[in-house]
């Protein structure tokens, strides 16, 4: 009996090293396995649904889902497909879940504009496709006809409605007088070449568009956060607890002239004392010559 005991004991042990390092290795992200879903590999700061939380950022923009052997990212009512992520230059390419590639009569179920988070928003390379319904046809190089995303309930006064594609991004007040927006999406400027057709528009539709996510790796930086060289780079706005070695060269310049202008003040200061200094010097040596004149007069009309 007393032999079974220390053995107890020692299982025990064991039982919770496990337990504690299980515990540890599931709140540190480096430990995570990456994760694969459609042939996109998955890895901080996104994971999968399935995954540990720990294994992806917080945010739930970065979590994951995997439908149909196609990974999901939600942002707000927004559904988009991950066709890829470049875990080099921190960008990724979605496009709308409701447009299928080659299937011409899908169309895009979602607005880009729900993209715009925190962490994820699109890329500089995009260029905006707007969905647009009107009264009247509308002769115009950027309107491109749409015989299938229309919306035929856009009017209530009309039972004829003309929808198009735009190319380019329009401000609401350049609209045509007859055309009302229905919903914006964003596609990669690459996939779109001199005047576009309807096929054309929705292969790069289909294709995607840019986003960029290092913001969800910039931590605690308090400054100006952004990739340079493909790696992240925190300018920040006091430098006191930068590196002299990591101060920018404007940063140096400011120091020496700070120093040059403080060599300068205390010059001018201590020149305008010795000036002072000198006078008053001047002044009573004067004083004390006149005063001994005065007293040898005195002297000599005693006499």
């Known amino acids: 009996m007393s032999k079974g005991k220390p053995m107890f004991s020692i299982l025990t042990i064991l039982v919770l090293c496990c337990w504690f390092a299980a515990r540890i290795r599931a709140q540190n992200p480096s430990s995570c396995v990456s994760s694969s879903c459609g042939g996109v590999s998955i890895s901080y700061p996104f994971r999968l649904a399935t995954d540990h939380p720990n294994c992806g950022h917080p ?128 596609v990669s400027s690459d996939t779109l070449v001199g005047n576009s057709n309807y096929t054309m528009i929705h292969d790069s539709m289909a294709y995607g568009m840019d986003l960029t996510w290092f913001r969800a790796l910039c931590g605690e930086c308090k400054g100006f956060c952004s990739v340079e060289d493909n790696k992240i780079s925190c300018r920040h706005v006091c430098y006191e607890d930068t590196p002299f070695s990591e101060r920018t060269f404007g940063f140096l310049i400011f120091v020496v002239g700070v120093g040059i202008g403080s060599l300068l003040v205390l010059r001018f200061i201590f020149g305008v004392l010795f000036v002072v200094g000198f006078l008053l010097y001047k002044r009573r040596k004067q004083r004390s010559s006149t005063d001994k004149a005065e007293a040898k007069a005195l002297e000599l009309e005693k006499r």
């Open 59 to 186: 945010d739930p923009i970065f979590k994951l889902q995997c439908l149909q052997n196609r990974p999901i990212l939600q942002s707000g009512s927004g559904k988009f497909v991950v066709q890829s992520i470049s875990y080099n230059n921190f960008s990724m390419r979605v496009s709308d879940l409701g447009v299928v590639d080659k299937n011409y009569s899908s169309c895009p179920a979602y607005s880009s504009n729900s993209l715009g988070t925190q962490y994820i928003s699109p890329g500089q390379s995009n260029e905006d496709i707007i969905l647009v319904n009107c009264l009247k046809p509308v002769s115009h190089p950027s309107y491109v006809e749409d015989p299938v995303c229309g919306n035929p309930s856009a009017f209530s006064n009309s039972s004829r409605v003309y929808s198009y594609l735009v190319v380019g991004w329009v401000p609401p007040s350049g609209m045509t007088d007859s055309c009302v927006e229905d919903r914006r999406t964003l």
